[in-house]
């Protein structure tokens, strides 16, 4: 089972910000916070992750909380081409001998940035 | 774009039959994760190879089965198939490195399967 909890549905005015919340109130202390988004019919595309730091890329920045319970996911300016699904993922880094772990999705958040 | 392609795109079949679905991995990747994302629910992890053998697996039948080749490419292979195998099925690359945690997995677009 996913270990987050997100809001079934957002929306944003194009060109404002957009925050997307999530709780993981269990994550453990080597487990990292992943964000995913799916535009329709399409892959999930990576956007961001972070332990405890906040993070910026080119895409979003990632707020965590000093507890590490929650975060939010900034879009900084949101456009029509970021309405999509957004999956928040805790996931461990441990090393598993050489190969990786899965992904554990849940429903995410279906963000609809509007005119 | 991500470099991971699959094919085919769209796919249909019938209850019963077998289908092969194919995943080329982003040039220098070696792991392949394999997702079947039912309409309107998050993927759900079938399995992953790494270094052509399987390593880990979700809770999937034994009839999902894989294959990973030398090149890193894979296929996904269901048998006896059944209404509810109607999916959209993913493949993820990444590059695993012993005592390397980091691993960020990059998703192709995905094979629309249809059982009828």
């Known amino acids: 089972d996913a270990k987050t909890t997100q809001p079934p549905s957002m929306d944003c005015a194009e060109g404002r910000a957009a925050n997307l919340p999530c709780n993981h109130s269990t994550i453990s202390g080597n487990e990292y916070v992943y964000w995913y988004r799916q535009i329709h019919s399409q892959g999930p595309q990576y956007i961001i992750h972070g332990l405890k730091n906040n993070e910026t890329n080119e895409m979003a920045s990632l707020i965590i909380t000093e507890d590490r319970k929650s975060s939010t996911l900034i879009l900084p300016h949101a456009t029509l081409r970021d309405t999509a699904v957004y999956y928040c993922i805790v996931r461990s880094h441990r090393d598993y001998g050489g190969s990786q772990g899965n992904l554990i999705f849940g429903k995410g958040t279906k963000l609809s940035v509007k005119p | 774009e991500t470099g991971v392609t699959q094919s085919p795109t769209h796919l249909i079949k019938t209850r019963g039959q077998q289908v092969t679905l194919r995943c080329s991995s982003q040039?220098?990747?070696?792991?392949v994760s394999w997702y079947q994302q039912a309409l309107g629910q998050g993927p759900q992890f079938i399995f992953q190879?790494?270094?052509?053998?399987?390593?880990g697996r979700g809770n999937f039948p034994p009839r999902f089965s894989g294959l990973q080749f030398p090149n890193y490419s894979s296929e996904l292979n269901v048998n006896a198939l059944e209404l509810d195998d109607s999916a959209l099925y993913l493949c993820a690359s990444s590059l695993a490195r012993p005592g390397v945690s980091k691993n960020i997995q990059y998703f192709g677009a995905g094979t629309r399967l249809s059982v009828l």
């Open positions: 040039s220098g990747h070696n792991t």
């Open positions: 190879y790494y270094r052509e053998e399987e390593n």
